[in-house]
């Protein structure tokens, strides 16, 4: 069972005669092993093992004295983690002793340390001879250096409540990083920095949830490295400034139903729409229109940039994103020279788009549908759109409309053609 060690009784473990309790759980190291003694003399026995963790912290060094008769093992001292020898210069010559060891691994718990440790190694004994000195090895002793701080620190996602931060890990040897936010408490004017997260050495990413919507925030990221019980900290980041998005009420986009008000801004912010149709959102969408979002869908998730068709093979439109979206093969026209623009799509010919501006944006997107289900009214779906539309439902893209039909040959208003290209973007999402 995991057991919570403070730091003060952390101390008494390291620095004092009491051994730490064991602790189970997948973060336990393995034990070391093969515990041997290398070298003895009458002021020091040298002991040397094999690492076999990856997690360890310190390794425990135990001694008794067979005299005590009571197996009264003491922790009489620790190493760094991957040492793998130890000198014991505190034995008396002419006396037997035992010794085993045991890697530790802590962890931190809020304010308190979890230590982990795992089972003994093999144990050893040894008779202290009369007479004979180890030879004196001057060892030098490592700088603890703090480890290099991290940099880049961004916003990735930002919503109404929540944000995403990212930043660059340019240390080797932290345990981790902490990321503070500034807080301006009720009853002061004095800003405060307040940790709200702590993750483990190599993630550097973090979701800030809880905000309030259009509200100013400051974050800032170091990297820390512990040293026995003390923490040793890196330089902060750039103090990064994020406000959150507005609390979606309605007065931006009159006449916008309340249920697609949210997906409406959040294609406003992916730049996934056109002024021209933030407005009648009860209309039915045009062609013309639905091919200008659509080539907006598909630079948007490619990365590219639409090219229009040259020559020009209509002779009603000369709208380039119009030209754009035929040279994608997102859409068609209605004749060999006629592209009809002010024609209204129904709900059968956007799934259609929709899919089209998928497999020009992903070539090896797998787009069947199956395992989708059928639809009460699927006798009117046109042969040319049933997988679009099993495909687009099966996503959660285009939803029915009630009883398990889908009403294939309904028409899109701009609300709803706004929102489907939104959710067709967010399919794609990571």
Known sequence: MKKAVSIALVLVLLLGSAAPCLAAGGNTPAAPSELTVAEKASDGVVLTWTDNSTNEDYFYIYRELSSDGDDAWDMIDFTEADV?????????????????????NFIMSGLSLDAYVSDDSNIVTVTVPLNITLPVVIKPVSPVTAPAAPDGLEAIDIQETSVILVWNDNSSDETGFKVERLLVPKDSSIPIWAEVCTTAAGITVFLDEGLTAGTDYQFRVRSYKRVLTQMI???????????????????????ASS????????????????????????????????????????????????????????T???NPEVLKAYNLGIVKGVSTDRFAPDLSITRQEICVMLQRALTAAYPALDVSASG??????ENIIAAWAIGAVRYMNMKGIM???????????????????????YRTFASMAP
Do not use: M
């Open 372 to 377: 989708a289900g059928t639809f009460a009214d």
């Open 399 to 421: 939803k029915g409309v009630g009883g398990n039909q889908i009403d294939p040959l309904g028409n899109t208003t701009r609300e709803q053609a706004i929102v489907l290209n």
């Open 316 to 318: 009603d439109t000369v």
């Open 84 to 104: 793998e020898t130890y000198t014991d210069t505190g034995v008396t010559a002419g006396k037997t002793y035992h010794y085993k060891i045991s890697a530790v």
């Open 233 to 255: 900290y890196s330089a902060y980041t750039d103090v990064l400034s994020v406000t959150t998005a507005s609390a979606v009420t309605g007065e931006e986009y009159p006449g």
């Open 259 to 314: 249920w697609a008000l949210p997906e409406i801004q959040l294609a406003v912010s992916a730049g996934l729409t056109t002024p021209d149709i933030l407005c009648d959102f009860q209309n039915n969408i045009t062609r013309e229109e639905f091919c200008e979002i659509a080539v907006l869908l598909y630079e948007s998730l490619s990365g590219g940039t639409a090219a229009p068709v040259s020559p020009n093979p209509f």
